[in-house]
């Protein structure tokens, strides 16, 4: 399952390239460098050619979502990346789109899912979302907008 991930990720980067990619860094361009394990990888293109990628980790102790922007250069254009909550309990599974003026960033939030016990997870997530300019800054209330708090997802990761 991995390896279908990391071909969309390379393809996408890929395809924005305004120069050919082997003009990189021939090693590649480290967009995370943690110690943990990154989950649900994501990425969108805008019309500039530049590319935002999301991902899940736990770098911080707990599960959270992160974001990229990524130049046509292989520039990472928001320093050490953007992390869209710091609420403690998991968010994951993000998505993005490009628009104009930005990025939208979705994901899954337990971070008011009762009752806070081990199995919390049980109970599905909410759905979150941030709107980013392109800084990296978000545009809407910090730490996310719930899209509804009366419904859960559930998935199986």
Same mark, same amino acid.
């Given at each position: 399952?991995?390896? +279908?991930?990391?071909? $969309?990720?390379?393809?996408?980067?890929?395809?924005?390239?305004?120069?050919?990619?082997? $003009?990189?860094?021939?090693?590649? @361009?480290?967009?995370?460098?943690?110690?943990?394990?990154?989950?649900?990888?994501?990425?969108? @293109?805008?019309?500039? /050619?530049? /590319? =935002?990628?999301? &991902?899940?980790?736990?770098?911080?102790?707990?599960?959270? @979502?992160?974001?990229?922007? #990524?130049?046509?250069?292989?520039? $990472?254009?928001?320093?050490?990346? =953007?992390?869209?909550?710091?609420? +403690?309990?998991?968010?994951?599974?993000? @998505?993005?789109?490009?628009?104009?003026?930005?990025? #939208? #960033?979705?994901?899954?939030?337990?971070?008011?899912? +009762? +009752?806070?016990?081990?199995?919390?997870?049980?109970?599905?997530?909410?759905? &979150? #979302?941030?709107?980013?300019?392109?800084?990296?800054?978000?545009?809407?209330?910090?730490?996310? =907008?719930?899209?509804?708090?009366?419904?859960? =997802? $559930?998935?199986?990761?």
């Amino acid at each position: 399952m991995r390896l +279908p991930k990391l071909f $969309l990720v390379l393809t996408a980067l890929t395809s924005v390239a305004g120069a050919d990619p082997r $003009l990189w860094d021939p090693g590649g @361009v480290p967009v995370s460098q943690g110690g943990r394990v990154e989950w649900n990888r994501s990425v969108a @293109v805008n019309t500039a /050619a530049n /590319a =935002v990628t999301t &991902w899940s980790d736990m770098h911080t102790g707990s599960r959270e @979502v992160h974001a990229q922007l #990524i130049s046509p250069n292989g520039d $990472l254009l928001w320093g050490g990346g =953007v992390q869209l909550t710091d609420d +403690p309990y998991e968010q994951s599974c993000p @998505v993005i789109t490009a628009t104009e003026g930005g990025w #939208i #960033i979705a994901w899954i939030d337990y971070r008011d899912i +009762p +009752p806070r016990d081990p199995d919390y997870r049980d109970y599905g997530g909410e759905v &979150w #979302i941030q709107k980013l300019n392109n800084q990296g800054q978000p545009l809407w209330t910090a730490g996310g =907008v719930r899209l509804d708090s009366t419904a859960y =997802v $559930l998935y199986n990761s």
